[in-house]
């Protein structure tokens, strides 16, 4: 829902890594992969 | 020069062993010439380039396809001797000649490949000498050989063994780098992360101070 | 049982080629026959343990070392036939034997390392075709032991070109990956500073409304 994306569009950037929480090689490693070649 | 020596066996004396020797320049369709020694005699001929011709002709067979039969039936280098006999006979006008004849065998059927008239050689010892020798001296070549090839085998299995080394050590730095990419990523990002919540928290505060200054106001 | 058939000069006779066979079991100190060949006629003796022994003593010499002395004298395994010299002498008493004694050369003075007595071979032909068998055969044991080793090479040859080939690729791949890592985490950290960059944005603003604010009410 619009809510939910304005929420998630606070929370975190287009590749889905959190602006504020900690993150960890396995989170990070899971953000680089959604990034595809053409990003 | 190139020569070649086997042992053969005649139709004409089952179980006889004859070491059959063969000596050609170029190639044997520019003739060559034959001895034959049964460890005590020897016998000797020629078969020229022009006889040659003549038999692979009359065996209607293309010349480089007959000197191929005839390598095949005459030279060490000739693996199937079942596909080929051999005849001797003595020349009834001639004891010192003998008729030397080379046939293929197909199913049984014989094609006669060639043959060559051999004189009695005078002092057998020298060909028994040059038969030995032959030996040895091919045996000490391919021992030599034999020993060339042991090294390259030694130098091409250690540079295998040090590729793969190599490749085991490129595996693991790739798989380190990674990791180590990945921590050093983590750190940097996080500090940043951390920063963002710093400036949220003071975000927050002045607009919560901002609220409260209005309403103080309002 | 192994068998060593090397050329050989006497002393007695320079210039003249004899062939020399060695069959021995284990190792030369358990016993070995001698046969002796000049193309035409044979000779034939043979070299009992105890005579190896005694022969080791009396050169005060260990058996180890002393077998080994005679496989370089006697054997084609040995290379330096100058350093060793052999005689042939008849037996006055007997001249179907005749006295065969080899020895080593040291700067000139020669050490006795054993002999034999040699009886002549009543029917040469046996030796002299076992002989030219068994370069032959040498030669065809070689040429296999030869082509194996070929086929080892190239198979060594292959394994090493395809890990070189797989190292290539991995130093490309550790390349690839370490600027796949950096794009990728310059991307996610951007939006990082994207992101500290427009709250500092915000947080400035509202730092300048609670300013105004306070000057406002000041």
Not at chain 1, 14 to 35: H, M, P, W
Not at chain 2, 36 to 55: F, I, M, N
Request: proline share 2%; net charge negative.
């Amino acid at each position: 829902s619009p809510s939910t994306k304005q929420h998630f569009a606070k929370e975190y950037d287009c590749f889905g890594d959190s602006y504020y929480a900690d993150t960890d090689k396995e989170q990070l490693k899971e953000v680089f992969r959604r990034i595809n070649k053409t990003e | 020069m190139d020569t070649s020596v086997r042992r053969i066996e005649v139709s004409s004396e089952p179980g006889k062993i004859y070491f059959l020797r063969v000596t050609w320049e170029e190639d044997l369709g520019s003739g060559f010439s034959v001895d034959l020694c049964d460890g005590q005699s020897a016998w000797t001929g020629k078969v020229s380039e022009e006889e040659v011709s003549k038999e692979a002709q009359e065996m209607e067979m293309k010349r480089q396809i007959y000197v191929d039969e005839l390598c095949q039936a005459l030279t060490a280098g000739g693996k199937q001797t079942n596909s080929y006999s051999f005849n001797l006979s003595k020349d009834p006008a001639d004891n010192r000649s003998l008729h030397f004849s080379y046939e293929k065998v197909l199913k049984d059927v014989f094609f006669k490949l060639g043959s060559v008239e051999l004189h009695t050689v005078s002092k057998p010892i020298e060909v028994i000498k040059e038969l030995i020798n032959h030996g040895l001296d091919r045996s000490t070549e391919l021992r030599a050989r034999n020993e060339h090839l042991l090294g390259e085998n030694e130098r091409l299995g250690q540079e295998r063994d040090y590729v793969t080394e190599e490749l085991k050590k490129y595996v693991q730095a790739k798989e380190v780098l990674e990791q180590d990419l990945y921590t050093r990523f983590v750190l940097v990002l996080n500090e940043k992360k951390a920063k963002i919540r710093s400036l949220q928290e003071k975000l927050k505060q002045a607009q919560e101070e901002v609220e409260s200054e209005l309403q103080h106001r309002g």
